[in-house]
């Protein structure tokens, strides 16, 4: 299992089959992944260290809090928001997983 290193900090996918994927992200203090939303695939969150927020399309951010599931709709715009400390969250996907489907919709790094 690699390390798939982004801007944001990272993740690591640990198992993935037909319509479904396992994964690890880390996010780094103060980073954030891009405004984004998937036309494939929905995504549940477990915060399991540190501190994160969710952005949502109107740019509000909800705090995560550790061991609570977060759904994120197939098509919801969203984006983790690191806090003060490094994040560790399991990510569950459901549906068609593949890393072109991120429709960016704002990136702070750059990348379209």
């Known amino acids: 299992m690699d390390f798939i290193e982004r801007p944001w900090g990272g993740y690591v996918i640990h198992a993935q089959g037909p319509g479904w994927a396992l994964k690890t992200l880390h996010i780094k203090a103060g980073e954030a992944t891009s405004l984004q939303l998937h036309r494939e695939r929905s995504e549940s969150w477990y915060l399991m260290d540190g501190d994160a ?60």
């Open 53 to 112: 927020s969710i952005e949502g399309k109107d740019g509000t951010l909800r705090k995560l809090e550790q061991g609570k599931e977060v759904n994120i709709a197939q098509g919801e715009v969203h984006r983790l928001v690191g806090g003060p400390t490094d994040a560790v969250l399991v990510e569950i996907i459901r549906g068609n997983y593949r890393e072109d489907d991120i429709e960016r919709i704002e990136d702070r790094y750059g990348r379209s």
